[in-house]
């Protein structure tokens, strides 16, 4: 008994003032890694190492994000591509080296446009993708759960007030970007009439529409000099293309017309004036 336990001891003390070798492993924090994002890698390792050394390869684009002689380091990767993590530990026993291959993928850049259709409400927001390296896309709106997966996308608003729209970009190996837009629509209503349209084909202030905002209702007549009406439409999203309602295009000149609306917070417009029609 004295023997065994006097053998335990010297082996005991020979381990101490003659430590083994230190061993590693790397652990990946995760199956999916992508450019232009921090990765923390970890390690475990046994019979205490005194130095840690961390190297990837190929080392073009990498950067190390904290020091690269402690247990764990971040790294930032720039390109897509395979590396070779290494992790070289030591004591004065010895050096071990683990490695780990890893894949980067390219990150998405979310990017959009945003364009409200008019001011006040009822509103719509027009919203344009220019994403790049993502596959697919979704739209989430801050006042309702319901969210859209096309490419490009367009919400409607019935009420006032403070409003955010985020695009998540996401490619196949499962990177992701987000990009987020803020806006706010009044809580008045109002109406203005143009005086002049040019429905030329060229794009630019083709149709006459009047400039509403928070209208719920609307009846627009437009007449022309000798009090015929030409057009008619009884919709906030209506408008005047130049032609009659029975598809006469209608000469240059001065026409005449004539609105109602009602708004949503109850202000009721009766409004009228002349439109200039020019075809040049």
Same mark, same amino acid.
């Given at each position: 008994?004295?023997?065994?336990? &006097?053998?335990?001891?010297?082996?005991? *003390?020979?381990?101490?003032?003659?430590?083994?070798?230190?061993?590693?492993?790397?652990?990946?924090?995760?199956?999916?890694?992508?450019?232009?994002?921090?990765?923390?890698?970890?390690?475990?390792?046994?019979?205490? !190492?005194?130095?840690?050394?961390?190297?990837?390869?190929?080392?073009?684009?990498?950067?190390?994000?904290?020091?690269?002689?402690?247990?764990?380091?971040? =790294?930032?990767?720039?390109?897509?591509?395979?590396? @070779?993590?290494?992790?070289? =530990?030591?004591?004065?026993?010895?050096?071990? /080296?683990?490695?780990?291959?890893?894949? =980067?993928?390219?990150? !998405?850049?979310?990017?959009?446009?945003?364009? &409200?259709? /008019?001011?006040?409400?009822?509103?719509?927001?027009?919203?344009?993708?220019?994403?790049?390296?993502?596959?697919?896309? /979704?739209?989430?709106?801050?006042?309702?759960?319901?969210?859209?997966?096309?490419?490009?996308?367009?919400?409607?608003?019935?009420?006032?007030?403070?409003?955010?729209?985020? &695009?998540?970009?996401?490619?196949?190996?499962?990177?992701?970007?987000?990009?987020?837009?803020?806006?706010?629509?009044?809580?008045?209503?109002?109406?203005? &009439?143009?005086?002049?349209?040019?429905?030329?084909? %060229?794009?630019?202030? %083709?149709?006459?529409?009047?400039? *509403?905002?928070?209208?719920?209702?609307?009846?627009?007549?437009?007449?022309?000099?000798?009090?015929? @009406?030409?057009?008619?439409? %009884?919709?906030?999203?209506?408008?005047? %293309?130049?032609?009659?309602?029975?598809?006469?295009?209608?000469?240059?000149? /001065?026409?005449?017309?004539? @609105?109602?609306?009602?708004?949503?917070?109850? =202000?009721?417009?009766?409004?009228?004036?002349?439109?200039?029609?020019?075809?040049?």
């Amino acid at each position: 008994m004295i023997q065994k336990l &006097l053998a335990i001891f010297f082996t005991s *003390a020979l381990l101490t003032a003659f430590p083994q070798s230190p061993t590693a492993s790397i652990i990946v924090p995760s199956n999916t890694i992508c450019t232009n994002r921090t990765i923390i890698f970890n390690s475990i390792s046994t019979n205490t !190492p005194t130095s840690f050394n961390w190297l990837v390869t190929p080392s073009t684009g990498v950067t190390y994000l904290g020091s690269i002689n402690e247990s764990t380091t971040g =790294v930032g990767f720039t390109y897509q591509g395979n590396y @070779l993590v290494s992790l070289t =530990v030591a004591n004065i026993s010895g050096t071990f /080296t683990a490695t780990q291959t890893v894949t =980067v993928s390219l990150n !998405p850049r979310a990017n959009f446009s945003a364009s &409200l259709t /008019t001011t006040g409400f009822p509103n719509q927001i027009v919203l344009t993708n220019f994403s790049s390296f993502a596959t697919n896309y /979704t739209w989430m709106y801050s006042d309702t759960p319901l969210t859209d997966n096309t490419t490009d996308a367009n919400h409607s608003y019935n009420a006032s007030g403070a409003f955010t729209v985020s &695009l998540v970009a996401a490619n196949t190996s499962g990177c992701t970007d987000t990009s987020r837009y803020s806006f706010y629509i009044s809580d008045s209503s109002g109406v203005t &009439l143009p005086n002049v349209f040019t429905p030329n084909g %060229d794009g630019v202030n %083709d149709v006459f529409k009047p400039i *509403a905002r928070g209208v719920k209702s609307m009846k627009v007549r437009i007449y022309n000099r000798y009090g015929i @009406l030409v057009s008619t439409w %009884d919709t906030v999203s209506g408008h005047w %293309d130049g032609y009659t309602t029975s598809g006469i295009l209608c000469e240059s000149g /001065t026409y005449f017309c004539v @609105l109602e609306a009602i708004g949503f917070d109850g =202000v009721n417009y009766k409004k009228n004036g002349y439109i200039s029609l020019f075809r040049n």
